[in-house]
């Protein structure tokens, strides 16, 4: 998914604030589903764990891309790495951890979301 950064996305230096990141993986996992005509009204993933890492920052008015791929599928969880990048320069990577809940509960993923998400390997 490709991401124009703008104003709102930047400190007074025009760097890209860093909980943004964590802002566009959020939106670009989410895309996936959308695309695919989902829309999580009582379901969906959360994230369980979130490491990033930083290492070099987004400007305003670059244009970024974020990339997900899927390391592992389990029952109720899935681990997957999203890379953003500005050209072929690695800007950030996070590690996370998304569970799937129904009811607010832990539940196993629907087998029509697995399918999605294989798609991404």
Request: aromatic share 14%; hydrophobic share 40%; with cysteine.
């Amino acid at each position: 998914m490709k991401i124009r950064i703008y104003y709102e996305d930047t400190d007074a230096g025009g760097v890209v604030y860093h909980t943004k990141y964590i802002a566009f993986c959020e939106r670009a996992r989410s895309e996936v589903f959308f695309q695919n005509g989902i829309t999580f009204e009582k379901d969906g993933f959360v994230v369980r764990d979130l490491q990033a890492t930083f290492f070099s920052p987004a400007k305003l008015g670059d244009l970024i891309e974020v990339k997900t791929e899927i390391d592992s599928i389990k029952r109720s969880f899935v681990n997957i790495t999203q890379k953003i990048y500005k050209d072929e320069n690695l800007l950030f990577e996070a590690k996370i951890k998304l569970v799937f809940l129904k009811d607010w509960k832990i539940a196993t993923i629907p087998s029509s979301y697995i399918d999605i998400l294989e798609s991404l390997k």
